[in-house]
């Protein structure tokens, strides 16, 4: 009787070290992302990327919207800010005659502190509600069809892409 009562207070020891070594692990990535690390935040933000690509799609959330979140990628991280680019499946017509060469437009940007993406109730908002919220740009015609808009270039280029090949332009 004493063994087994030694053996599961041994377990009780084990199992609360490992919880207290995984808060504490939590705890400093949690600092040293409020302190900027960038290495950390983008390990944080390919986390959540990562948990995105595998998860179910809910109901309410149409498949190409879906496809367009798990193809989301990182473009730029820094201590102040996170860019990732998304495309939900493309929707192609022939404008002003077959001679003009096929684009890739953004139709939606946003700049949101973590402060404004704590205050959005992710789970009950529209999709309108969370981009107003977040300051989204967009323009629409007369129709109702999103119209193209510009986008700040990337601050800054990490040390990671110092040496790829610049972006061909986009003109």
Do not use: H
Not at 81 to 104: F, I, K
């Amino acid at each position: 009787m004493e063994w087994a009562v030694l053996g599961l207070f041994i377990m009780f020891v084990i199992v609360t070290y490992i919880v207290v070594q995984g808060t504490r692990a939590a705890l400093a990535w949690r600092k040293a992302a409020a302190e900027g690390d960038v290495k950390v935040i983008r390990d944080i933000v390919e986390d959540s990327l990562g948990a995105w690509r595998s998860m179910k799609r809910p109901k309410e959330v149409s498949p190409d919207v879906w496809r367009g979140i798990q193809g989301m990628q990182i473009v730029e991280v820094d201590a102040e800010l996170v860019r990732v680019s998304c495309q939900a499946e493309g929707d192609y017509r022939l404008v002003n005659g077959p001679d003009r060469v096929t684009e890739r437009v953004c139709i939606l940007s946003t700049t949101a502190s973590r402060e404004d993406a704590r205050q959005v109730d992710w789970e009950e908002w529209t999709t309108a509600q969370i981009v107003e919220a977040l300051g989204g740009r967009y323009r629409m015609d007369d129709l109702g069809q999103p119209l193209p808009i510009e986008v700040e270039a990337p601050k800054s280029v990490e040390a990671e892409d110092a040496g790829a090949p610049p972006a061909p332009s986009r003109r």
